[in-house]
């Protein structure tokens, strides 16, 4: 089985092949290509973000926009 995928060790500080990679405990992917595990601190940054939102929409539901 060829498995196309990236990862990025965050021991080495590189972008790996997927049949090159080691233990899973210090790797982030898999990513679709080397370029986007290159830039997974990006991607990260962007989820993270989002899901700040979704916890201060979640924390606010049902409040309303208007002060009495």
């Known amino acids: 089985m060829n498995d196309d995928s990236w990862y990025w060790d965050l021991q ?3 972008a790996v ?3 090159e990679r080691g233990a ?3 790797l982030l992917g ?3 290509t080397r370029a986007e595990a ?3 601190k990006a991607k990260v940054e962007a989820r993270n ?4 939102e979704d916890d ?3 924390d606010h ?5 208007t002060e009495e």
Do not use: I, L, R, T
Not at 61 to 65: I, L
């Open 38 to 40: 290159e830039n997974w």
């Open 49 to 52: 973000e989002g899901w700040e």
């Open 17 to 19: 092949p997927a049949d």
């Open 61 to 65: 539901a049902g409040e309303s926009d």
């Open 56 to 58: 201060e929409a979640w």
């Open 30 to 32: 898999p990513y679709a």
């Open 24 to 26: 899973g405990d210090h």
């Open 12 to 14: 080495q500080q590189q």
